[in-house]
Each structure stands twice: as structure tokens, then as C-alpha cells.
């Protein structure tokens, strides 16, 4: 049971757009900042959106991310076949630990 | 560019010590900007934060990993090391080490990860 909770799935055609939700708690999300990770198959992680909605080296304006209290999104605009990837939320916790999202599997139809 | 790479053995029996390192290129280890973490990632289940060090030693730990794992660094090898003692086969995952911004709490660069298998 992650701390963040992320669907475990979401799916769209290509060209559509798709939002990924984060939920936590006053605990993570509401007071500390919330990264977002892509993970392509078979490969590690990959920074994609920092301090809540700053864009990592390289990553297209395609990517955004926001925060709103206990809860924070990423949305994903004009998907391609190559956007295909398990998307991860991440947080500091009051707790003194970091947590992540169980994940969400992004399936380009 | 900074670039990170895990090594160690990709077998460990149960009830032995899995022992990592994680050798840090292309920027120093001794930044005041950033820790030193490892995660976790089990077959096909999420990430999992096991911890992270600071270059000047402080370091913290995931509280259900805590009594079991050591991380270290060695600032003149630029490297940093995970050692967890009585694995099970519960402890079969990826293993990542990665940067962590401090006060951002941010994970990038990451390493490309090692697969640890925990068996007889």
C-alpha cells in the first residue's frame, strides 16, 4: 500500500490528452514539494517534473504538472506512441521518509 | 554530465548481506546541494525509498528498512554503498541509486539499476 495514491491505469489515443492524478496528505503532498517520474520499460526512472510543475532538461512542454492541497496531477497533452510508461509521483513526508505513487501504467491505444 | 552506476552481486542467499555501491561520475559527491539515495523497485510492483546520505555522513533511513540497512560514502572514491543484512526473498528488486535534491526533495540523475536476486 503506496502512500501516494496514482491510478493504477489511464489510456488514450494518440494525439488526445491524458491527466494522471497524485493523491496524499497534509503529511507529503500539501506541504512539500511533488516530483513526477517516467519510467520506460526495462529502463530506470526519469525526472520529469520537479518543484511541482518545473520541467526537467529535455522534457517537452507536453509535460506539466500542478499542485492543489492534498493532491497534485500531471497532464500529458498530444500523446505520442513513445509517451507508452509507468508515470510515478514522489514526495517528501513529515515522517522523515520519501514516498512514491504505486504507479500508473500509460497505455497509448 | 553526472552519471551514476550500481555494482555488486546479482546473488545473494537468504539470511546473508546484500552489499551495493554506487560510483558517482562527471561531479562530486561532496556537494552541499544534494544527498545520496538508494531505491528499490520489487518485479512488476512500484518504487520504494530504502535512504539516503549526505557527503558529510547524516543519514536517513526508510523506518520498516531502518534496523537492517547501512548506507555509507566515500568521498574519495566519489562512491556511496547500501548494505542490508538478513535478506529474504522479499528483498528481490531492481536496486537505483540517484541524486536527491535537498530541501526539493527531487530524484535525478538516476542510476540504470541492478537486479538483485535473493535465493539458494
Known amino acids: 500500500q503506496s502512500v501516494l495514491t496514482q491510478p493504477p491505469s489511464v489510456s488514450a489515443a494518440p494525439g488526445q490528452n491524458v491527466t494522471i492524478s497524485c493523491s496524499g496528505s497534509?503529511?507529503?503532498?500539501?506541504?512539500?514539494?511533488v516530483s513526477w517520474y517516467q519510467q520506460l520499460p526495462g529502463t530506470a526512472p526519469k525526472l520529469l517534473i520537479y518543484?511541482?510543475?518545473k520541467r526537467s532538461s529535455g522534457i517537452p512542454d507536453r509535460f506539466s504538472g500542478s499542485k492543489s492541497g492534498t493532491s497534485a496531477t500531471l497532464d500529458i497533452t498530444g500523446l505520442q506512441t513513445g509517451d507508452e510508461a509507468d508515470y510515478y509521483c514522489?514526495?517528501?513526508?513529515?515522517?522523515?521518509?520519501?514516498?512514491f505513487g504505486g504507479g500508473t501504467k500509460l497505455t497509448v491505444l | 554530465q553526472l552519471q551514476l552506476q550500481e555494482s555488486g552481486p546479482g546473488l545473494v542467499k537468504p539470511s546473508e548481506t546484500l552489499s551495493l555501491t554506487c560510483t558517482v561520475s562527471?561531479?562530486?559527491?561532496?556537494?552541499?546541494?544534494?544527498?545520496w539515495g538508494w531505491i528499490r523497485q520489487p518485479p512488476g510492483k512500484g518504487l520504494e525509498w530504502i535512504g539516503h546520505?549526505?557527503?558529510?555522513?547524516?543519514?536517513y533511513y526508510s523506518p520498516s528498512l531502518k534496523s537492517r540497512v547501512t548506507i555509507a560514502v566515500d568521498t574519495s572514491k566519489n562512491q556511496f554503498s547500501l548494505k542490508l543484512i538478513s535478506v529474504t526473498a522479499a528483498d528481490t528488486a531492481v536496486y537505483y541509486c540517484?541524486?536527491?535534491?535537498?530541501?526539493?526533495?527531487?530524484?535525478?540523475?538516476w542510476g540504470q539499476g541492478t537486479l538483485v536476486t535473493v535465493s539458494s
Open positions: 540517484a541524486r536527491l535534491r535537498r530541501g526539493y526533495n527531487w530524484f535525478g540523475p
Open positions: 562527471g561531479g562530486s559527491i561532496s556537494s552541499s546541494d544534494y544527498f
Open positions: 546520505i549526505y557527503y558529510a555522513g547524516a543519514t
Open positions: 497534509s503529511s507529503n503532498i500539501e506541504n512539500h514539494y
Open positions: 518543484d511541482n510543475k
Open positions: 514522489g514526495a517528501w513526508d513529515s515522517s522523515l521518509s520519501a514516498v
